[in-house]
């Protein structure tokens, strides 16, 4: 009985994606420990319901012809809890309107639509291409690179630039490329296990993954290249004996290559 309710609970959070929620909450916090300044709750808050909110939408984009007959089991729960998904999807939105006009400023706005953007746009499709609409994800081998993308812009740029706009705390592009680059590339090594995960259904799909086009065994290799260009950016040493000014008292932003 109780092995059966803590099933469902897990269950519940890996499906209706609050757990990848919480762990772009924690990509974020990543950003501010690096950095030595206080979190934003602001901040923190609005990664969580857009990534929410984000990746509920597309799953219902995505729906199947017959959800129930599915062979994987995210599936069915999705579409066997639909209107608990879209109750989710609905609460995330309405939560993001007043942090979006409220906490962001202009630039993490503009910063915030281009990203979700390409976030829908990998399920709608909105280009045409041979007379056919097509979305992002039929761009072969797009998607392991467009996911690290979206989420170091929105865990790394986002806090960055509300930090210069609010704090007038001055990172360089340098600084800031730096960190982003060491997010884009830790974001595609963790997220290997799961497009092998997903290999037979993107074949189902007829998607050009970089798994289905190099086969698994090939993709288990590439954490093994992107740990060393991890090390590589690591290593680089930008502006160590620099020192930014931070308004918080024993908090300050030295040199960002030691983070």
């Known amino acids: 009985m109780i092995k059966r309710i803590l099933l469902s609970i897990l269950d519940f959070l890996l499906f209706s994606n609050l757990f990848i929620g919480i762990c772009a909450v924690a990509q974020g916090l990543v950003t501010y420990h690096l950095l030595h300044v206080p979190a934003d709750k602001y901040i923190l ?3 969580f319901f857009a990534t929410v909110g984000l990746y509920n939408f597309s799953m219902l984009l995505a729906k199947p012809k017959d959800p129930g007959n599915s062979p994987y089991i995210r599936v ?6 639909h209107r608990l998904i879209i109750s989710i999807t609905l609460i995330c939105i309405l939560c993001l309107i007043p942090l979006g006009l409220w906490y962001l400023s202009l ?24 007379k056919q609409q097509i979305g992002l ?18 865990s790394v740029l986002l806090p960055i630039v509300e930090l210069e706009r609010s ?3 001055n990172i360089s592009s340098a600084e800031t490329l730096l960190l982003v680059a060491k997010r884009f590339l830790f974001i ?8 092998i995960r997903d290999l037979f259904q993107d074949k189902l799909y007829a998607l050009k993954t970089i798994p289905v086009m190099l086969g698994e065994k090939s993709l288990r290799l590439l954490p093994i290249f992107t740990r ?9 040493q930008t502006g160590n004996s620099r020192r930014h000014r931070c308004p918080y008292p024993n908090h300050n932003l030295n040199g960002l290559a030691d983070l």
């Open 45 to 47: 808050a609005f990664l």
């Open 76 to 81: 069915r729960w999705i579409f066997s809890h």
């Open 107 to 130: 630039e993490s706005k503009l910063l915030m639509v281009f990203t979700g953007l390409m976030a829908v746009g990998y399920n709608v499709p909105f280009l045409t291409l041979n």
């Open 137 to 154: 994800r039929n761009i072969p081998g797009i998607k392991l690179f467009l996911i690290a993308l979206v989420w170091s812009i929105s």
């Open 167 to 169: 704090y007038q705390i």
């Open 188 to 195: 595609a090594a963790i997220t290997v296990p799961f497009d």
């Open 228 to 236: 060393p260009l991890c090390l590589a950016v690591n290593s680089i």
